[in-house]
């Protein structure tokens, strides 16, 4: 099979009839063989009634249905784990990423050699309330991951060799950053595509300022992850080892001004009454704490059996 394509959704059902209508006549003229995986993550409008409507007559249609909303992250690594095409296509069902791009990404990943290609809304129909968070954002995961040359990580029109959507994991709300779980996973060829981004025809908008701020905390667990995830010791031994040091000489410090003010006959407090001692102390409690985080995480594996287990109601 050449194409997956992989379309998380939540209410969308007024768009989803025009939106397989446009894969299947790209589909149809370029002569792809091919699959149309809908995730309907826990939609409460009749998105999943439309999906069975149209896999009645389209044995290329396939869903998933959650029975409840687990976010965008799953619902892909769900689409992920059924896809079958050699070239794995994700887009938004809001009619805003067009099929039409379908082909010349296939040929980026096939013929350039692509491991991943994002594509980039140089032109958006967004708001402003969406675009300045977006171009912020994009700035700080250009400069976190060291990938320079995407200019929109959350790009929801992205194309995909097979076996790169087979060896990661796209958890939580982590399928911002895709390329970089890439990346990391050993896959370093990844480009970009100016792609055409449309008004969105029906509903409105799921973007909110929580999104935003989510995204710079999982970017910065991420980055975190792929530092110090393997050897958390690294980062939690080096810093405790180093206040423990400080905390030991601090003390010793106190302990021989106060031997020093003996010697020479001038007066002296108790150890304990100086405050430097305590300050000393909890340093190196605290130089403790670390060291011991890092030994028990090193001792804990970093992946949950029950990280990407979710309650699907039906398959298609």
Known sequence: ???????????????????????????????????????????????????????????????????????????????????????????????????????????????????????????????????????????????????????????????????VVKHIEVYGEMHRYIPYLAKNAGFTKIGEKVVHHQARKYGKTKFGLNRFVNGYLDLLSLWFLSKYGVQPMHVFGFLGSIMFIIGVVAAFCVGLFKLLAMWNGHSYIKVTESPYFYISLTMMILGTQLFVAGFLGELITRSSQERNKYEIEKTI
């Open 1 to 163: 099979m050449d194409i997956s394509v992989v379309i998380p959704l939540f209410n969308e059902e007024e768009s989803l009839p025009e939106l397989h209508a446009w894969i299947k006549k790209v589909m149809e003229e370029h002569n792809f063989s091919y699959e149309v995986i809908f995730v309907n993550d826990g939609s409460t409008d009749k998105s999943w009634e439309v999906i069975e409507n149209i896999a009645k007559d389209n044995k290329e249609v396939k869903g998933i249905k959650f029975r409840r909303n687990y976010g965008k992250s799953p619902a892909l690594f769900c689409g992920f784990e059924k896809a079958e095409g050699d070239v794995v296509i994700t887009m938004d069902a809001d009619l805003q990423d067009s099929p039409d791009e379908i082909p010349e990404l296939y040929r980026m990943i096939t013929q350039d050699g692509y491991d991943l290609v994002s594509g980039y809304k140089k032109k958006r129909y967004d708001p402003l309330s969406k675009t300045i968070p977006t171009k912020l954002f994009n700035a700080t995961a250009r400069k976190v991951s060291g990938i320079h040359n995407l200019h929109d990580f959350n790009c929801g029109l992205k194309a995909y060799k097979k076996d």
